[in-house]
């Protein structure tokens, strides 16, 4: 079964700073994708970014790029220049590739809270 | 509407009593997802319909639950018999095919908020 580890229950950043957050993944799959999401106060879950494990460039959007790296199932989401509507539970999530249940399987999240 | 719409916000019930929560999905999407997430934990898969194939319900955690979806469109969560244990945020979510389109997102409404007294 696949399951979705994110060991930082909770992260802080400076406005303006870069934060990492981790995390890491088990499956016997070799082509999958992954997610994070983001989840402010207001419970919708936003997509931030995804990757296709089949790509070896790591995907980036704006702000926000993943360290994604296979052999170590390890996908960490780096957010630069952090800003104050950055803060909210962020979510790693993991989806095979073409399952007949597209299911995500879910992290327990990372709380950000960013410092102005 | 543009996004996935769930309905109630949110819902504050007995114990014992029965609740039912909606959901109404992108216009379009054909699959639709619930997920459950308790207080400081991830989401839990409950239940998936795609199309108007046979749902998979592998994720509802009991025969006290059960959620259809008519028309290929709305959903509903149905909770029988609610016990404290079920009070968490029942999250909505649809997408376009679940199956060869599996790189597609998932889009998610707002969530009803449910408390069992």
């Known amino acids: 079964a696949q399951t979705v580890t994110q060991s930082q229950p909770e992260m802080s950043v400076q406005e303006a700073e870069t934060v990492t957050l981790s995390c890491t993944y088990d499956t016997s799959e070799s082509d999958y994708y992954l997610f994070w999401y983001k989840q402010p106060p207001s419970r919708q879950m936003i997509l931030v970014i995804r990757?296709?494990?089949?790509?070896?460039q790591n995907a980036t959007e704006n702000r926000f790029s993943v360290n994604f790296q296979k052999a170590a199932k390890s996908f960490s989401l780096k957010i630069s220049d952090s800003q104050l509507g950055d803060a909210a539970m962020y979510f790693c999530a993991y989806r095979n590739r073409g399952s007949t249940l597209g299911r995500l399987y879910f992290g327990r999240g990372t709380q950000l809270t960013v410092w102005p | 509407g543009a996004g996935v719409s769930q309905s109630p916000s949110n819902k504050v019930t007995e114990k014992g009593k029965d609740v039912e929560l909606r959901c109404d999905p992108i216009?379009?999407?054909?699959?639709l997802y619930w997920y459950r997430q308790s207080l400081g934990q991830g989401l839990e898969f409950l239940i998936y319909?795609?199309?108007?194939?046979?749902?998979?319900k592998s994720g509802l955690p009991s025969d006290r639950f059960s959620a259809e979806r008519t028309g290929g469109s709305v959903s509903t969560l149905t909770i029988q018999r609610t016990q404290q244990e079920d009070s968490a945020v029942y999250l909505c979510a649809s997408s376009l095919k679940g199956r060869e389109n599996s790189n597609q997102p998932q889009h998610f409404g707002d969530g009803t908020r449910l408390s069992i007294l």
């Open positions: 990757q296709e494990a089949y790509k070896q």
């Open positions: 319909f795609q199309g108007n194939s046979a749902p998979d």
């Open positions: 216009s379009g999407h054909t699959a």
